[in-house]
């Protein structure tokens, strides 16, 4: 198993460098190239890429050479005679068998690493400990706010940014339902429990202005995601107004969308992308990859 799970290291290896000379060819000259020899800094980058492609490539060799054929095929205990089954239509029910518990022993695995990760981060909104055996007075809820509270917070809001208009709907009764355009850029959905964030959808300008559909174009689905990211990141259920400020001047920022290039590449697109994600701090444009 180790030398499996060597081989099959390698080759993620190996194609995580070939991934970064697409991306190099697909970039092509950036600007961190300067002005003098670019065309050479270029080459010389690619250069460095391919031989370390052919040098991974010998690794995945190597590795497959050090590989040993299975003995056999896997057992199941009694199963086994499913093979002997002169029935056509069942002969095929042991190569089957053998998939549904090779899948079952993955699920069984990931689901153990995904709660040893849960288990190390906590993802309840909420300050108060669930341990405590000392009882504290109940906070006032984000969620019971009354509706002139709600529309004082967000007409404020408007009032702070010029080119940014929204209006407000109540179609699910006292909750309401805040429509944003932001310049000519873009425009969002975003639902209201109280003053508290619950969902929020980016669109394009021509497309529906609704709750229930994507947008249709990738840049503004991955937009939609970094709101999600950033409506839990700012969420305060202690400080409610604060927690909308934050996140409406965080989205804010996305009026440069396509005008401003990434802070750490350099370059407007990667991956045919704008950069997507903003700061939570500084509010600074990157693209996805360049973030980390």
Known sequence: MENLYAALTSVKVLRCSVGQIFNSLANGIRADHGEEGRDTKFLSEIEELLNAVTHHLR???????????????????????????????????????????????????????????????????????????????????????????????????????????????????????LQVSLGRVLQAVIAFKGLMIEWVVVKGYGEAFDLWTDSRHKVFRKITENSHAAMLHFYSPTLPELAVRSFMTWFHSYITLFSEP?????????????????DLRTLEPFHEECKL
């Open 59 to 177: 690794d995945v060799e190597q590795a497959v050479n050090n590989l040993s054929q299975p003995p056999g095929p896997l057992t199941l205990g009694n199963t086994n005679f499913l093979s002997q089954e002169c029935t056509q239509e069942r002969q095929a029910l042991y190569s089957q068998l053998v998939l549904s518990y090779k899948w079952t022993d993955k699920i069984h695995e990931y689901s153990n690493h995904a709660a040893a990760l849960l288990s190390q981060n906590s993802l309840k909104r909420s300050y108060m400990n669930p341990g405590s055996a000392k009882r504290r007075r109940t906070q006032t809820s984000s969620h019971n706010v009354s509706p002139q509270a709600v529309d004082t917070v967000i007409s404020a809001i408007d009032r702070q940014f010029n080119d940014m208009t929204m209006s407000i709907s109540r179609p699910f009764a006292t909750n309401a339902v």
């Open 262 to 278: 990434c802070k750490k590449c350099g370059s407007h697109l990667h991956c045919a992308l704008p950069p997507t994600w903003r």
